[in-house]
């Protein structure tokens, strides 16, 4: 029994980091002719030079592990952008002070956030066809990164990241 409980709570703190991803697409998509890809020419992630090159190689690397080539003359252009901000923090304690009888009343209540400064980073992955310059595919992931990470950390952190991503595509229909 206690070893169920010492597995709850790692179960809990690992669903709790792990990054979570919306997916979107145009349902009537023929996916299969998509093969070759490359990156949107003037993009801009909101990352420092150090990451986009991490994330741009590892984009190359799970792409090109599913079968897809990277081409000056691409079917897609993957666009990737990126927005830091801070969790809403719902965690809290309360203490309060009241008081009141004979139509007299008062209270003083102090409220003290409970957890520490994470943040959360959204990472918003797009396909958009080459010929018709549309949005065909849309994966929206967030996660929670360290601003001190180490470049092993950072790394480990964008794959999670790509990994679930691409984990729905193509769409199954």
Excluded: H
């Excluded at 409980?5 to 703190?13: D, K």
């Excluded at 929206?140 to 991503?165: D, H, Q, R, S, W």
Aim: glycine letters at 10%.
């Amino acid at each position: 029994m206690k070893y169920f409980g010492i597995a709850c709570v790692v179960l809990l703190i690992v669903s709790c980091t792990a990054p979570k991803a919306i997916y979107d697409y145009e349902r009537s998509t023929d996916f299969a002719k998509y093969t070759t890809y490359n990156f949107f020419p003037e993009i801009e992630t909101g990352l420092n030079e150090l990451n986009d090159k991490r994330l741009f190689r590892l984009t190359d690397s799970i792409m090109q592990s599913r079968g897809f080539k990277r081409t000056a003359t691409p079917d897609f252009y993957i666009n990737i952008e990126t927005a830091a901000f801070e969790p809403d923090r719902n965690g809290g304690v309360g203490v309060g002070v009241g008081g009141g009888g004979r139509s007299v009343g008062g209270g003083v209540t102090i409220g003290l956030p409970i957890g520490s400064s994470k943040r959360n980073q959204e990472v918003v992955i797009d396909f958009v066809d080459v010929r018709e310059d549309k949005l065909f595919w849309q994966a929206i992931v967030e996660g929670y990164f360290k601003e001190e990470a180490t470049p092993e950390e950072c790394k480990a952190y964008f794959k999670a990241v790509l990994l679930k991503a691409f984990e729905k595509y193509p769409p199954k229909k």
